[in-house]
């Protein structure tokens, strides 16, 4: 089982990137997803989710009307837009799924299987 990220790279303020996620060995089809990342210096902080029948959608308040949490169950993949980025947007991102079917968006650390992170630098 794998979850690998791209995507990241670095950015002008104002800028957009789009981050992905191949999951391998485990169907995305009713599992909750989320975003999530890690500054130097600080904890790792939940990004955005998606609950496990995708209906249910959340992000954290700094990036609310930026970022956009999506996944295609076909290709088993996670993506997340993040438009008009800033500064303080970067860091370490992410992904990760939950073991149980039909589980809850949350942005709390609650998950089984995490990808490597891919990094995001927002610079001039």
């Known amino acids: 089982l794998q979850l690998v990220e791209s995507g990241g790279g670095l950015v002008h303020p104002g800028g957009s990137l789009r981050l992905s996620c191949t999951v391998s060995g485990l169907t995305l089809s009713a599992r909750a997803i989320g975003w999530f990342r890690q500054a130097p210096g600080k904890e790792r902080e939940g990004v955005s989710c998606?609950?496990?029948?995708?209906?249910?959608?959340n992000y954290t308040d700094s990036v609310k009307g930026r970022f956009t949490i999506s996944r295609d169950v076909a290709t088993s993949t996670l993506y997340l837009q993040m438009n008009s980025l800033k500064p303080e947007d970067t860091a370490v991102y992410y992904c990760?799924?939950?073991?149980?079917?039909?589980?809850?968006?949350?942005?709390?650390?609650?998950?089984?299987?995490w990808g490597q992170g891919t990094q995001v630098t927002v610079s001039l």
């Open positions: 990760a799924a939950q073991r149980l079917l039909f589980g809850k968006c949350t942005m709390n650390v609650e998950y089984d299987y």
């Open positions: 998606m609950s496990g029948t995708g209906d249910v959608t």
